[in-house]
């Protein structure tokens, strides 16, 4: 019998995490002769997530647990989960029943077709700001761009064979996006739609500034088209610079030179901005750099069974 792993990162889920369980249990029997594999991974949670998961662990015999010292982030969860689970294929699914657990089957249907990625897919983008649905846009229109894949309305709720997990677990880079990896490593895939639920209890773990620095850190995770901007604005700024000097050269031969204050302040402020900005750009990356030179482990685990 095949078996299906079903990864799910959990932070300060206490109010989800028997629901999800119960839901998934009560599903499986429609999913047909696979094996379940349920893998919580309590991202250093501060309520009783852990407990609960080590509880269901002892209930029953397809529940496996992991729990890290300390909260390391969504990315990490998913990572540590693909490098426990043993199935033949593994489904990465939130905590929170936002993700339908039904959408499974139509995943595993997919997979026994020979699909070896099979993305869940937002039909709609579930309650949110007009704001937030502008921005969320205007990022994954960057990054589809960038990797040449449309990844609007992507998510992480996935399912991938065995050979795309083994795969992942091979990178050893320890700033992951998740969502565009798995497009990023190839491999035959397609994807099935599905309609974002609310979440059943507790609440989300996203912030306005925690967003914005999602979206800069997978942007830079996958292009290095900011640096290249960096040069083009240099002979902007260069050209800009040539210009005025051969204007007022030209103004001072007519004998009316142009006023020096204003014109200094402007260069001033504009060459400023540019080299700033440019710097911060420069420090991104570099920041990046140290972090993966470090080399610290992507997590630290407490306990599991
Ligand atoms: N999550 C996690 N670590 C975190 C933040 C979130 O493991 O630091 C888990 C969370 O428990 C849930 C999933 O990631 O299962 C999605 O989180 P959330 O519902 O807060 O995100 P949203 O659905 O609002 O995008
Ligand atoms: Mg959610």
């Not at 299906?4 to 009560?26: D, H, L, Q, R, W």
């Not at 880079?173 to 994807?191: I, P």
């Amino acid at each position: 019998m095949k078996k299906i792993s079903v990864v799910v990162p959990c932070y300060n889920e206490e109010e989800t995490i028997e629901s999800f369980y119960n839901a998934i249990c009560a599903f499986w029997n429609q999913m047909g002769d696979y094996e379940p594999e349920y893998i919580f991974i309590d991202d250093g949670s501060k309520d009783k997530t852990c407990e609960l998961a080590m509880q269901l662990a002892k209930r029953d015999e397809h529940v496996r647990y992991t729990s890290f010292s300390r909260n390391f982030g969504k990315e990490a969860a998913v990572f540590c989960g693909l490098k426990q689970a043993t199935g033949d294929a593994v489904v990465v699914i939130d905590a929170d029943l936002q993700h339908p657990v039904e959408t499974i089957k139509d995943m595993a249907m997919k997979w026994e077709e020979g699909y070896d990625i099979v993305e869940g897919m937002k039909s709609t983008r579930g309650k949110e700001s007009a704001t937030h649905g502008f921005f969320a846009g205007l990022f994954y229109k960057l990054i589809s761009s960038m990797i040449g894949f449309d990844m609007n309305n992507s998510s992480d709720f996935k399912l991938m064979d065995r050979r795309v997990v083994d795969t992942l677990n091979t990178l050893t880079e320890k700033d992951t996006f998740f969502r565009a990896l798995s497009y990023w490593v190839g491999f035959k895939s397609t994807y099935v739609e599905y309609e974002v639920h609310e979440r059943v209890g507790g609440e989300s773990k996203w912030s306005s500034l925690s967003l914005i620095k999602y979206a800069v850190r997978n942007l830079t995770s996958f292009t290095y088209a900011p640096l290249h901007i960096i040069a083009y604005l240099g002979i902007i700024i260069i050209m800009l610079g040539i210009g005025l000097g051969i204007d007022a050269v030209i103004s001072y031969a007519h004998g009316n030179a142009i006023g020096g204050y204003p014109s200094l302040v402007i260069l001033i402020v504009l060459a400023t901005g540019a080299i700033m900005t440019s710097l911060g750009i420069i420090a991104l990356y570099i920041s990046k750099m140290y972090e993966e030179l470090k080399n610290r482990p992507r997590y630290i685990v407490r306990d599991h069974n």
